[in-house]
Protein backbone atom coordinates (compact mmCIF):
# COMPACT_ATOMS: atom_id res chain seq x y z
CA UNK A 1 0.00 0.00 0.00
CA UNK A 2 1.04 3.70 -0.81
CA UNK A 3 2.70 5.68 1.97
CA UNK A 4 -0.06 7.80 4.12
CA UNK A 5 0.30 11.30 5.28
CA UNK A 6 -2.08 13.33 7.33
CA UNK A 7 -2.48 16.80 5.31
CA UNK A 8 -4.00 19.48 7.99
CA UNK A 9 -3.58 22.84 5.96
CA UNK A 10 -4.71 26.41 5.34
CA UNK A 11 -4.64 28.64 2.31
CA UNK A 12 -4.50 32.12 2.35
CA UNK A 13 -4.66 34.79 -0.72
CA UNK A 14 -1.36 36.46 -1.34
CA UNK A 15 0.01 38.48 -4.24
CA UNK A 16 3.35 39.37 -5.35
CA UNK A 17 3.73 42.44 -2.71
CA UNK A 18 1.97 39.95 0.18
CA UNK A 19 4.55 39.89 3.02
CA UNK A 20 4.81 37.42 6.12
CA UNK A 21 4.68 38.86 9.05
CA UNK A 22 7.06 37.46 12.03
CA UNK A 23 5.53 34.42 13.53
CA UNK A 24 8.57 33.96 16.46
CA UNK A 25 6.71 33.84 19.45
CA UNK A 26 3.15 32.50 17.67
CA UNK A 27 1.46 29.43 20.17
CA UNK A 28 5.33 28.14 20.96
CA UNK A 29 7.13 29.17 17.77
CA UNK A 30 10.70 29.84 18.87
CA UNK A 31 12.27 30.17 15.50
CA UNK A 32 11.20 31.05 11.72
CA UNK A 33 13.86 29.19 9.23
CA UNK A 34 14.10 29.64 6.00
CA UNK A 35 13.78 26.13 3.92
CA UNK A 36 14.75 27.74 0.38
CA UNK A 37 13.16 27.54 -2.84
CA UNK A 38 11.52 24.89 -4.76
CA UNK A 39 10.01 24.33 -8.60
CA UNK A 40 7.00 22.42 -8.65
CA UNK A 41 5.68 20.73 -11.59
CA UNK A 42 2.39 18.90 -11.25
CA UNK A 43 -0.25 17.18 -13.76
CA UNK A 44 -3.91 16.81 -12.55
CA UNK A 45 -5.58 13.65 -13.43
CA UNK A 46 -9.76 13.61 -12.97
CA UNK A 47 -12.46 12.15 -15.61
CA UNK A 48 -13.41 14.06 -18.63
CA UNK A 49 -16.49 15.07 -16.36
CA UNK A 50 -14.38 16.15 -13.29
CA UNK A 51 -15.76 13.53 -11.11
CA UNK A 52 -12.92 13.72 -8.66
CA UNK A 53 -12.67 17.10 -8.40
CA UNK A 54 -16.85 16.99 -7.91
CA UNK A 55 -16.08 15.63 -4.56
CA UNK A 56 -12.69 17.06 -3.22
CA UNK A 57 -10.54 14.60 -4.65
CA UNK A 58 -7.35 14.98 -6.42
CA UNK A 59 -4.74 12.81 -8.34
CA UNK A 60 -1.17 14.49 -9.22
CA UNK A 61 2.09 13.19 -10.91
CA UNK A 62 4.38 15.74 -9.79
CA UNK A 63 8.28 16.00 -9.97
CA UNK A 64 10.82 18.65 -8.09
CA UNK A 65 10.69 19.14 -4.40
CA UNK A 66 11.08 16.92 -1.69
CA UNK A 67 8.28 14.14 -2.27
CA UNK A 68 7.95 13.94 -5.99
CA UNK A 69 5.52 11.02 -7.03
CA UNK A 70 2.20 10.36 -7.71
CA UNK A 71 -0.13 11.64 -5.03
CA UNK A 72 -3.56 10.81 -4.08
CA UNK A 73 -5.70 13.33 -1.76
CA UNK A 74 -8.75 12.21 0.02
CA UNK A 75 -11.06 14.21 1.96
CA UNK A 76 -11.17 13.55 5.86
CA UNK A 77 -12.84 17.22 7.11
CA UNK A 78 -12.58 20.65 5.80
CA UNK A 79 -8.93 21.83 5.53
CA UNK A 80 -8.51 17.72 6.29
CA UNK A 81 -6.89 15.45 3.53
CA UNK A 82 -5.07 12.07 3.58
CA UNK A 83 -2.64 12.25 1.16
CA UNK A 84 -1.14 9.16 -0.44
CA UNK A 85 1.85 8.71 -2.07
CA UNK A 86 3.51 6.36 -4.83
CA UNK A 87 6.87 6.31 -6.52
CA UNK A 88 7.50 8.12 -10.21
CA UNK A 89 5.56 6.30 -13.12
CA UNK A 90 4.27 7.15 -16.47
CA UNK A 91 0.79 6.34 -15.52
CA UNK A 92 -1.05 6.09 -12.66
CA UNK A 93 -0.35 3.78 -10.22
CA UNK A 94 -2.93 0.78 -9.48
CA UNK A 95 -2.21 1.11 -5.60
CA UNK A 96 -3.75 4.44 -6.25
CA UNK A 97 -6.88 4.04 -8.40
CA UNK A 98 -7.84 1.28 -7.01
CA UNK A 99 -9.02 3.66 -4.19
CA UNK A 100 -11.30 5.61 -6.94
CA UNK A 101 -12.77 2.62 -8.51
CA UNK A 102 -16.05 3.32 -6.91
CA UNK A 103 -15.77 6.82 -8.28
CA UNK A 104 -14.53 6.13 -11.78
CA UNK A 105 -16.41 2.81 -12.65
CA UNK A 106 -14.57 2.25 -16.12
CA UNK A 107 -14.39 6.09 -17.06
CA UNK A 108 -10.78 6.77 -18.56
CA UNK A 109 -8.27 9.43 -16.55
CA UNK A 110 -7.23 11.71 -18.51
CA UNK A 111 -4.67 15.30 -17.61
CA UNK A 112 -7.08 18.02 -16.38
CA UNK A 113 -4.30 20.61 -15.93
CA UNK A 114 -0.59 21.39 -15.59
CA UNK A 115 0.35 23.62 -12.23
CA UNK A 116 3.80 24.63 -12.29
CA UNK A 117 4.56 26.28 -8.84
CA UNK A 118 7.66 28.51 -7.37
CA UNK A 119 7.78 27.82 -3.70
CA UNK A 120 9.68 29.57 -0.92
CA UNK A 121 9.12 27.76 2.91
CA UNK A 122 9.63 28.35 5.90
CA UNK A 123 9.85 26.17 9.44
CA UNK A 124 8.09 26.99 12.10
CA UNK A 125 9.85 25.23 14.79
CA UNK A 126 9.30 25.23 18.54
CA UNK A 127 12.45 25.88 21.72
CA UNK A 128 13.89 21.98 21.01
CA UNK A 129 13.85 22.78 17.01
CA UNK A 130 11.09 20.51 16.66
CA UNK A 131 9.06 21.49 13.18
CA UNK A 132 5.91 22.77 14.09
CA UNK A 133 4.27 23.52 10.91
CA UNK A 134 5.78 24.91 7.33
CA UNK A 135 4.67 28.09 5.69
CA UNK A 136 5.09 28.39 2.03
CA UNK A 137 4.99 31.13 0.05
CA UNK A 138 3.48 29.82 -3.95
CA UNK A 139 3.65 31.77 -6.87
CA UNK A 140 1.39 29.42 -9.27
CA UNK A 141 0.89 29.28 -13.08
CA UNK A 142 -2.11 26.81 -14.00
CA UNK A 143 -2.68 26.09 -17.85
CA UNK A 144 -5.06 23.53 -18.90
CA UNK A 145 -4.08 20.76 -21.71
CA UNK A 146 -3.90 22.00 -24.96
CA UNK A 147 -1.33 22.62 -28.09
CA UNK A 148 2.51 23.13 -26.70
CA UNK A 149 2.93 26.35 -25.10
CA UNK A 150 5.30 27.32 -28.05
CA UNK A 151 2.12 27.68 -30.34
CA UNK A 152 0.29 30.78 -30.92
CA UNK A 153 -2.43 31.92 -33.00
CA UNK A 154 -4.46 28.53 -32.43
CA UNK A 155 -8.09 28.44 -31.50
CA UNK A 156 -7.52 25.52 -29.56
CA UNK A 157 -5.02 26.90 -27.37
CA UNK A 158 -5.03 26.20 -23.72
CA UNK A 159 -6.45 28.33 -21.15
CA UNK A 160 -3.98 30.01 -18.30
CA UNK A 161 -3.93 31.60 -15.03
CA UNK A 162 -1.74 32.79 -12.69
CA UNK A 163 -1.56 33.69 -9.10
CA UNK A 164 -0.27 33.80 -5.43
CA UNK A 165 -0.94 31.93 -2.15
CA UNK A 166 0.31 30.82 1.21
CA UNK A 167 -0.02 27.63 2.76
CA UNK A 168 0.27 26.89 6.24
CA UNK A 169 0.32 23.04 6.68
CA UNK A 170 1.01 21.77 10.75
CA UNK A 171 4.32 19.20 11.03
CA UNK A 172 5.56 17.03 13.42
CA UNK A 173 4.17 18.36 16.87
CA UNK A 174 2.06 20.93 15.55
CA UNK A 175 -1.92 21.43 16.72
CA UNK A 176 -4.65 22.83 15.71
CA UNK A 177 -4.52 25.68 18.15
CA UNK A 178 -1.16 26.76 15.81
CA UNK A 179 -2.92 26.79 12.95
CA UNK A 180 -5.59 29.15 14.78
CA UNK A 181 -2.94 31.36 16.10
CA UNK A 182 -0.72 31.65 12.41
CA UNK A 183 -4.59 32.63 10.86
CA UNK A 184 -5.22 35.54 13.45
CA UNK A 185 -1.54 36.85 12.92
CA UNK A 186 -2.00 36.72 9.07
CA UNK A 187 -5.43 38.57 9.72
CA UNK A 188 -3.57 40.96 12.15
CA UNK A 189 -1.70 41.99 7.92
CA UNK A 190 -4.60 41.73 5.82
CA UNK A 191 -4.04 38.77 4.73
CA UNK A 192 -7.44 36.47 4.04
CA UNK A 193 -8.61 33.21 3.79
CA UNK A 194 -8.23 31.33 0.08
CA UNK A 195 -12.09 31.43 -1.54
CA UNK A 196 -10.57 28.01 -3.05
CA UNK A 197 -10.02 24.97 -1.17
CA UNK A 198 -7.25 23.87 -3.29
CA UNK A 199 -5.34 24.70 -5.97
CA UNK A 200 -6.58 22.59 -8.33
CA UNK A 201 -10.18 23.54 -7.43
CA UNK A 202 -8.69 27.49 -8.32
CA UNK A 203 -7.28 26.40 -11.34
CA UNK A 204 -10.12 24.13 -12.68
CA UNK A 205 -12.29 27.34 -12.22
CA UNK A 206 -9.99 30.10 -13.91
CA UNK A 207 -9.11 28.00 -16.93
CA UNK A 208 -13.37 27.46 -17.67
CA UNK A 209 -13.92 24.14 -16.25
CA UNK A 210 -17.07 23.25 -14.32
CA UNK A 211 -17.94 20.56 -12.74
CA UNK A 212 -21.61 19.41 -10.46
CA UNK A 213 -22.13 19.37 -7.09
CA UNK A 214 -21.22 15.66 -6.50
CA UNK A 215 -23.94 15.21 -3.77
CA UNK A 216 -26.70 15.81 -6.67
CA UNK A 217 -30.41 16.92 -6.82
CA UNK A 218 -32.59 15.67 -3.91
CA UNK A 219 -30.18 15.74 -0.71
CA UNK A 220 -31.54 18.52 1.22
CA UNK A 221 -33.34 17.75 4.47
CA UNK A 222 -37.20 18.16 5.43
CA UNK A 223 -40.34 16.65 4.03
CA UNK A 224 -42.29 16.44 0.54
CA UNK A 225 -43.27 13.46 -1.03
CA UNK A 226 -43.13 9.82 -0.79
CA UNK A 227 -40.55 9.71 -3.74
CA UNK A 228 -38.30 12.43 -2.55
CA UNK A 229 -37.90 11.13 0.85
CA UNK A 230 -37.42 7.86 -0.07
CA UNK A 231 -34.70 8.76 -2.84
CA UNK A 232 -33.05 11.05 -0.39
CA UNK A 233 -32.50 8.24 1.97
CA UNK A 234 -31.55 5.62 -0.79
CA UNK A 235 -28.41 8.33 -2.35
CA UNK A 236 -27.32 8.58 0.82
CA UNK A 237 -26.43 5.08 1.04
CA UNK A 238 -25.80 4.65 -2.22
CA UNK A 239 -22.95 7.81 -1.42
CA UNK A 240 -22.18 5.98 1.60
CA UNK A 241 -20.75 2.67 0.30
CA UNK A 242 -19.05 4.86 -2.70
CA UNK A 243 -17.33 7.06 0.35
CA UNK A 244 -16.79 3.89 2.15
CA UNK A 245 -14.95 1.97 -0.62
CA UNK A 246 -11.18 3.61 -0.69
CA UNK A 247 -11.70 3.20 3.56
CA UNK A 248 -12.38 -1.02 3.14
CA UNK A 249 -9.65 -1.03 0.77
CA UNK A 250 -6.90 0.83 3.21
CA UNK A 251 -8.23 -1.39 6.03
CA UNK A 252 -9.48 1.68 8.17
CA UNK A 253 -11.09 1.39 11.04
CA UNK A 254 -14.90 0.24 11.00
CA UNK A 255 -14.84 1.15 7.25
CA UNK A 256 -16.17 -2.49 6.58
CA UNK A 257 -18.83 -2.47 9.09
CA UNK A 258 -20.25 1.04 8.41
CA UNK A 259 -20.52 -0.14 4.52
CA UNK A 260 -22.25 -3.20 5.06
CA UNK A 261 -24.56 -1.30 7.19
CA UNK A 262 -25.03 1.36 3.92
CA UNK A 263 -25.60 -2.03 2.09
CA UNK A 264 -28.36 -3.40 4.61
CA UNK A 265 -30.25 -0.70 4.72
CA UNK A 266 -30.24 0.19 1.19
CA UNK A 267 -31.92 -3.30 0.57
CA UNK A 268 -33.73 -2.88 3.40
CA UNK A 269 -35.19 0.38 2.01
CA UNK A 270 -35.81 -1.64 -1.26
CA UNK A 271 -38.27 -3.58 0.48
CA UNK A 272 -40.35 -1.83 3.14
CA UNK A 273 -41.05 1.20 0.24
CA UNK A 274 -42.62 -1.04 -2.61
CA UNK A 275 -45.45 1.41 -2.66
CA UNK A 276 -42.62 4.08 -4.50
CA UNK A 277 -39.96 2.07 -5.96
CA UNK A 278 -40.89 -0.64 -8.76
CA UNK A 279 -40.22 -3.67 -7.30
CA UNK A 280 -39.58 -5.64 -10.73
CA UNK A 281 -36.73 -3.11 -10.54
CA UNK A 282 -35.07 -3.08 -7.24
CA UNK A 283 -35.56 -6.79 -6.83
CA UNK A 284 -32.18 -7.83 -8.89
CA UNK A 285 -30.31 -4.84 -7.27
CA UNK A 286 -31.38 -6.34 -3.21
CA UNK A 287 -30.14 -9.64 -4.59
CA UNK A 288 -26.43 -8.15 -5.72
CA UNK A 289 -26.82 -6.13 -2.17
CA UNK A 290 -27.44 -9.39 -0.37
CA UNK A 291 -24.39 -10.74 -2.22
CA UNK A 292 -22.00 -7.48 -1.36
CA UNK A 293 -22.99 -7.67 2.34
CA UNK A 294 -22.24 -11.04 2.57
CA UNK A 295 -19.20 -10.71 1.12
CA UNK A 296 -18.64 -7.84 4.03
CA UNK A 297 -20.11 -9.98 6.53
CA UNK A 298 -16.92 -12.27 6.17
CA UNK A 299 -14.36 -9.67 7.14
CA UNK A 300 -16.88 -8.25 9.28
CA UNK A 301 -17.90 -10.91 11.49
CA UNK A 302 -14.52 -11.64 11.77
CA UNK A 303 -13.21 -8.79 13.66
CA UNK A 304 -16.63 -8.77 15.54
CA UNK A 305 -16.01 -12.37 16.60
CA UNK A 306 -12.27 -11.72 17.56
CA UNK A 307 -12.87 -9.29 19.33
CA UNK A 308 -15.33 -10.77 21.44
CA UNK A 309 -13.57 -13.60 22.15
CA UNK A 310 -10.23 -11.45 22.58
CA UNK A 311 -12.33 -9.91 25.50
CA UNK A 312 -14.08 -12.44 27.23
CA UNK A 313 -10.25 -14.23 27.64
CA UNK A 314 -8.61 -11.48 28.86
CA UNK A 315 -11.37 -11.43 32.06
CA UNK A 316 -10.28 -15.03 32.27
CA UNK A 317 -8.10 -15.29 35.76
CA UNK A 318 -4.47 -16.39 34.89
CA UNK A 319 -4.55 -19.22 36.98
CA UNK A 320 -7.48 -20.74 34.77
CA UNK A 321 -6.13 -19.97 31.44
CA UNK A 322 -4.66 -23.56 30.78
CA UNK A 323 -2.71 -24.56 27.98
CA UNK A 324 -1.66 -22.02 24.88
CA UNK A 325 -4.68 -20.43 24.78
CA UNK A 326 -4.09 -16.96 23.34
CA UNK A 327 -1.77 -18.70 20.80
CA UNK A 328 -4.11 -20.74 19.50
CA UNK A 329 -6.92 -17.72 19.12
CA UNK A 330 -4.37 -15.84 17.35
CA UNK A 331 -3.49 -18.45 15.16
CA UNK A 332 -6.97 -18.88 14.63
CA UNK A 333 -7.68 -15.43 14.05
CA UNK A 334 -4.85 -14.51 11.83
CA UNK A 335 -5.60 -17.60 9.58
CA UNK A 336 -9.25 -15.88 8.82
CA UNK A 337 -7.92 -12.90 8.96
CA UNK A 338 -5.89 -12.73 5.55
CA UNK A 339 -8.31 -15.13 3.89
CA UNK A 340 -11.33 -12.65 4.64
CA UNK A 341 -9.14 -9.71 3.69
CA UNK A 342 -7.93 -10.98 0.01
CA UNK A 343 -11.68 -12.47 -0.48
CA UNK A 344 -12.74 -9.02 0.29
CA UNK A 345 -10.24 -6.84 -1.81
CA UNK A 346 -11.34 -9.48 -5.07
CA UNK A 347 -14.80 -9.29 -4.61
CA UNK A 348 -14.47 -5.35 -4.49
CA UNK A 349 -12.00 -5.23 -7.79
CA UNK A 350 -13.75 -7.89 -9.17
CA UNK A 351 -16.62 -6.71 -12.54
CA UNK A 352 -19.82 -8.31 -10.24
CA UNK A 353 -19.46 -5.31 -7.73
CA UNK A 354 -18.72 -2.49 -10.49
CA UNK A 355 -21.73 -3.62 -12.62
CA UNK A 356 -23.79 -3.41 -9.35
CA UNK A 357 -22.21 0.48 -8.79
CA UNK A 358 -23.50 1.13 -12.27
CA UNK A 359 -26.96 -0.27 -11.61
CA UNK A 360 -27.24 1.80 -8.39
CA UNK A 361 -26.28 5.04 -10.02
CA UNK A 362 -28.75 4.20 -12.98
CA UNK A 363 -31.10 3.95 -10.47
CA UNK A 364 -30.97 7.05 -9.39
CA UNK A 365 -30.04 8.76 -12.58
CA UNK A 366 -34.36 7.06 -13.70
CA UNK A 367 -35.57 6.24 -10.45
CA UNK A 368 -38.39 3.51 -10.68
CA UNK A 369 -41.43 5.32 -9.25
CA UNK A 370 -44.44 4.29 -8.83
CA UNK A 371 -48.20 6.49 -7.87
CA UNK A 372 -47.63 6.19 -4.84
CA UNK A 373 -44.22 8.68 -4.75
CA UNK A 374 -46.29 11.63 -5.52
CA UNK A 375 -48.35 10.93 -2.60
CA UNK A 376 -47.98 12.71 1.04
CA UNK A 377 -44.57 11.51 2.44
CA UNK A 378 -45.83 11.23 5.94
CA UNK A 379 -48.87 8.53 4.99
CA UNK A 380 -46.78 6.79 2.56
CA UNK A 381 -43.90 6.30 5.14
CA UNK A 382 -46.35 5.48 8.02
CA UNK A 383 -47.31 2.49 6.37
CA UNK A 384 -44.60 0.92 5.26
CA UNK A 385 -43.07 1.34 8.60
CA UNK A 386 -46.51 -0.14 10.29
CA UNK A 387 -46.37 -2.98 7.69
CA UNK A 388 -42.78 -4.40 8.76
CA UNK A 389 -43.67 -3.95 12.55
CA UNK A 390 -46.63 -6.39 11.94
CA UNK A 391 -44.18 -8.55 10.16
CA UNK A 392 -41.84 -7.83 13.11
CA UNK A 393 -44.20 -9.21 15.99
CA UNK A 394 -45.33 -12.02 14.10
CA UNK A 395 -41.49 -13.51 14.28
CA UNK A 396 -41.36 -11.98 17.53
CA UNK A 397 -43.90 -14.13 18.44
CA UNK A 398 -42.71 -17.24 16.95
CA UNK A 399 -39.50 -16.85 18.69
CA UNK A 400 -40.78 -16.34 22.07
CA UNK A 401 -42.87 -19.81 21.75
CA UNK A 402 -40.42 -21.65 20.16
CA UNK A 403 -38.52 -24.67 22.63
CA UNK A 404 -35.08 -23.61 24.28
CA UNK A 405 -32.00 -24.62 21.98
CA UNK A 406 -31.17 -24.58 17.77
CA UNK A 407 -35.43 -23.74 17.13
CA UNK A 408 -34.87 -20.80 19.65
CA UNK A 409 -31.48 -19.31 18.68
CA UNK A 410 -32.81 -19.37 14.64
CA UNK A 411 -36.38 -18.02 15.15
CA UNK A 412 -34.62 -15.12 17.58
CA UNK A 413 -32.26 -14.71 14.50
CA UNK A 414 -35.02 -14.13 12.40
CA UNK A 415 -36.41 -11.61 15.03
CA UNK A 416 -33.33 -10.01 14.58
CA UNK A 417 -33.22 -9.54 10.55
CA UNK A 418 -36.82 -8.46 10.86
CA UNK A 419 -36.00 -5.76 13.51
CA UNK A 420 -33.47 -4.07 11.32
CA UNK A 421 -35.80 -3.86 8.75
CA UNK A 422 -38.49 -2.19 10.62
CA UNK A 423 -35.49 -0.06 12.44
CA UNK A 424 -34.25 1.29 9.09
CA UNK A 425 -37.67 1.99 7.62
CA UNK A 426 -38.41 3.79 10.66
CA UNK A 427 -34.94 5.84 10.24
CA UNK A 428 -35.89 6.42 6.27
CA UNK A 429 -39.15 7.98 7.60
CA UNK A 430 -37.57 10.65 9.96
CA UNK A 431 -37.82 13.41 7.33
CA UNK A 432 -41.44 12.78 7.04
CA UNK A 433 -42.79 11.39 10.21
CA UNK A 434 -40.20 13.53 12.88
CA UNK A 435 -39.62 12.73 16.43
CA UNK A 436 -42.06 9.72 16.27
CA UNK A 437 -40.15 7.98 13.86
CA UNK A 438 -36.81 8.22 16.02
CA UNK A 439 -38.23 7.66 18.69
CA UNK A 440 -40.13 4.50 17.28
CA UNK A 441 -36.53 3.84 15.75
CA UNK A 442 -34.77 3.93 19.05
CA UNK A 443 -36.88 1.41 20.61
CA UNK A 444 -36.71 -1.08 17.39
CA UNK A 445 -33.04 -0.78 17.93
CA UNK A 446 -32.37 -1.95 21.66
CA UNK A 447 -34.79 -5.01 20.82
CA UNK A 448 -32.51 -5.61 17.65
CA UNK A 449 -29.14 -4.75 19.73
CA UNK A 450 -30.28 -7.59 22.66
CA UNK A 451 -31.30 -10.21 19.77
CA UNK A 452 -28.26 -9.46 17.84
CA UNK A 453 -26.18 -10.00 21.39
CA UNK A 454 -27.69 -13.59 21.61
CA UNK A 455 -26.69 -14.44 17.93
CA UNK A 456 -22.92 -13.60 18.46
CA UNK A 457 -23.32 -15.67 21.52
CA UNK A 458 -24.47 -18.40 19.43
CA UNK A 459 -21.77 -17.84 16.73
CA UNK A 460 -19.10 -17.58 19.58
CA UNK A 461 -19.83 -21.07 21.10
CA UNK A 462 -19.48 -22.82 17.77
CA UNK A 463 -16.26 -21.18 17.37
CA UNK A 464 -15.25 -22.20 21.26
CA UNK A 465 -15.98 -26.04 20.35
CA UNK A 466 -14.15 -25.30 17.19
CA UNK A 467 -11.41 -24.44 19.18
CA UNK A 468 -11.46 -26.73 22.17
CA UNK A 469 -11.34 -29.58 19.68
CA UNK A 470 -8.58 -28.16 18.04
CA UNK A 471 -6.72 -27.89 21.29
CA UNK A 472 -7.61 -31.61 22.35
CA UNK A 473 -6.14 -33.15 19.08
CA UNK A 474 -3.26 -31.00 19.95
CA UNK A 475 -2.82 -32.60 23.40
CA UNK A 476 -3.74 -29.54 24.96
CA UNK A 477 -6.36 -28.50 27.72
CA UNK A 478 -9.61 -27.21 26.32
CA UNK A 479 -10.89 -26.32 30.01
CA UNK A 480 -10.54 -22.69 29.07
CA UNK A 481 -12.48 -22.91 26.18
CA UNK A 482 -15.05 -24.79 27.76
CA UNK A 483 -14.81 -22.09 30.40
CA UNK A 484 -15.98 -19.58 27.68
CA UNK A 485 -18.44 -21.75 26.10
CA UNK A 486 -20.25 -21.90 29.39
CA UNK A 487 -20.28 -18.22 30.37
CA UNK A 488 -21.70 -17.97 26.52
CA UNK A 489 -24.67 -20.09 27.43
CA UNK A 490 -25.02 -18.00 30.67
CA UNK A 491 -25.23 -14.51 28.40
CA UNK A 492 -27.87 -15.86 25.74
CA UNK A 493 -30.01 -17.16 28.59
CA UNK A 494 -30.03 -13.88 30.14
CA UNK A 495 -30.36 -12.41 27.10
CA UNK A 496 -33.58 -14.01 26.35
CA UNK A 497 -35.08 -13.35 30.15
CA UNK A 498 -34.64 -9.76 29.33
CA UNK A 499 -35.98 -10.06 25.87
CA UNK A 500 -39.57 -10.46 26.56
CA UNK A 501 -39.70 -7.29 28.66
CA UNK A 502 -37.71 -4.96 26.09
CA UNK A 503 -39.80 -6.17 23.39
CA UNK A 504 -42.96 -5.37 25.25
CA UNK A 505 -41.96 -1.55 25.69
CA UNK A 506 -41.26 -1.33 22.42
CA UNK A 507 -44.48 -2.69 20.75
CA UNK A 508 -46.78 -0.24 23.14
CA UNK A 509 -49.65 0.79 21.10
CA UNK A 510 -48.83 4.42 21.72
CA UNK A 511 -45.80 4.40 19.79
CA UNK A 512 -47.29 2.92 16.75
CA UNK A 513 -50.22 5.27 17.07
CA UNK A 514 -48.05 8.55 17.53
CA UNK A 515 -46.37 7.10 13.33
CA UNK A 516 -49.76 7.69 12.23
CA UNK A 517 -49.79 11.39 10.26
Same mark, same amino acid.
Given at each position: ?????????? /???????????????????????????????????????????????????????????????????????????????????????????????????????????????????????????????????????????????? %???????????????????????????????????????????? %???????????????????????????????????????????????????????????????????????????? %????????? =??????????????? &??????????????????????????????????????????????????????????? /????????? =?????????????????????????????? &????????????????????????????????????????? /??????????????????????????????????????????????????? &?????????????????????????????
Amino acid at each position: MADTVREIER /KYEADRTTQLPDLTGVDGVATVVEAGAEELDAVYYDTAGLHLAAEGITLRRRTGGRDAGWHLKLPVAPGVRDELRAPLSDTPPAELTALLRSRLLDRALVPVVRLRTHRTVRVLRDAGGAPLAEVAVDAVRARRPGPPEGRKNT %KAAAVQTRWHEIEVELAGGGGPGLLDAVDRKLAETGVRPAGSAS %KLARALAETGQRYEDAAGPGTGKGGGTAGEVVLRYVRAQVRAIVELDPAVRRDLPDAVHRMRVATRRLRSAFRSYT %KVLDRAETL =PLGVELKWLAAELGV &ERDREVLTARLRAALDGVPRELRLGPVDARLRIWTERRRGGAREQLLAVLDGPRYLALL /KRLHALLEA =PPLRPAAARPAPEVAARAVLKDYRRLAGRM &ETALAAPAGRARDEALHGARKAAKRTRYAAEAARPALGRPA /KKFARRIKRVQQLLGDHQDSVVARGTLRELATQAQRAGESGFTFGLLHGRE &EALAADRERRLPRVWKKASRRRYRTALRP
